[in-house]
Structure formats: C-alpha cells, structure tokens
C-alpha cells in the first residue's frame, strides 16, 4: 500500500471516527438484525456502496467481515476498516469475486461473525444488486438483511455511487429491512426474480432511512 494511501485512510478514519461519534442515530427495525442474530443461520448484511463507511462505523461492535475490493479504494476502505476492528476479505465481482465469496461465506461460519456486502461495488452501477451477496449467502447459508442510513444534512460526491458525507452533529436515521432467506435452488429466471426482489427491498429499506429528510 503507498504511504500517501496510508495517510488518506488514516485521515479518513479519525474523519469518519470524529464525526460518527456526534451524529444522532435513530435505529428503525434493530430487532430485525437482533432476531437474525439469535437464530441459527449466519447473516450476511447488504447497503448500497455510498452509505458503507457510517453503516460500518455504526455497526463495527456486532462482529463484522467485510469483502473488500482488490484495489487502491479497496485498500484504503480495508485500513479504515481494520481501525474500527473490522476484518476484510479481499474480492469484487470483477476481481476474485468467486474466490472471496467462497472465502467470506466460510469466515461466516466458522467465525459466527456478521458478513457485509455493497452489492453495487465496487464501480457500479449504482444502486444495481449484483450477484455476489447471493452467492455468499447459498454458501454460508446465511440470512440477509438489508441496512440502509439517511442523514439530515450531507455532502454528496461527485463520485459514481454519490457517496455521501454527514457534517458533524447531523441527524441520521439507520434502519434495517427485515430478514430473508435464498432458497437453495435458485437458478435461471428464478435467480433473477430473487436478485431483483432484494434489489427492491434494499431499495425500500434506503427509502425508508431518507424519507424522513427529504
């Protein structure tokens, strides 16, 4: 990793840390996540790309792995991770996707720990759900659950997943969708109704942390 890389996650992590620290957090359906958690099954978390670092920074404490694109953003999200005790497994859809799913649904289940996905990431399209969150959770056998946070006032980059910035002491509202499970014998037309069915609820789920802001 190039030493400029490293000061830029360094100064990303005690930015996000700063700020996480001041925003007021309404959490809508935790019990969602909770009564995933008390079950038997592993869970597998997924939100768009441009809310992950506030999602992360929210949800560090419950144990949480996240895949990680092998790449400079990649790495530098990994850092940041790392300082909030976040662990990363290194993959995309288009880089060693299939390897890293593999490898995330086994730390999953081994671990008992709570898996994260961006399904857009990471380089889009934004707000499409790729296949990789499905292919995670018929290996781990996990249920998902969809995560969304909405803040009251942002900063929104020019960036292809219009990643979002929350000033210090913002409002900000997380809510969880509730859980569902992939059928074990998805494929064809099926794999694509289920794909574009989370898609939807995810969608629903962020709609539902930014409508009270709008």
């Avoid at 079950?39 to 999602?55: D, T």
């Avoid at 895949?67 to 497994?89: Q, Y």
């Avoid at 809510?175 to 794999?191: C, I, K, M, S, Y």
Wanted: with cysteine; hydrophobic share 50%.
């Amino acid at each position: 990793m190039r030493f400029a890389d490293r000061l830029l996650a360094d100064a990303g992590n005690a930015l996000v840390t700063a700020i996480g620290r001041t925003l007021r957090v309404e959490e809508v359906g935790r019990g969602h996540l909770d009564a995933a958690r008390a079950g038997a099954r592993p869970v597998l978390l997924v939100f768009w790309h441009s809310r992950l670092l506030y999602i992360c920074h929210r949800l560090a404490p419950v144990g949480l792995v996240m895949m990680v694109s092998r790449s400079r953003d990649g790495d530098i999200i990994a850092r940041v991770a790392a300082h909030h005790g976040i662990d990363a497994v290194r993959g995309s859809t288009s880089r060693g996707g299939g390897g890293a799913a593999r490898a995330l649904a086994r730390v999953m289940k081994e671990r008992g720990v709570v898996g994260g996905i961006t399904p857009d990431g990471p380089r889009g399209p934004r707000r499409v759900l790729q296949p990789g969150a499905i292919l995670v959770a018929r290996l781990a056998r996990a249920v998902i659950v969809p995560v969304a946070i909405g803040f009251a006032r942002k900063k929104v980059f020019a960036s292809w997943d219009r990643f979002q910035l929350p000033p210090p002491f913002a409002r900000a509202r997380l809510v969880f969708g509730e859980p569902v499970e992939v059928p074990a014998d998805l494929a064809g037309d099926a794999f694509e109704r289920w794909r574009l069915d989370l898609q939807r609820r995810l969608n629903e789920t962020t709609a539902a942390a930014d409508r009270p802001f709008a």
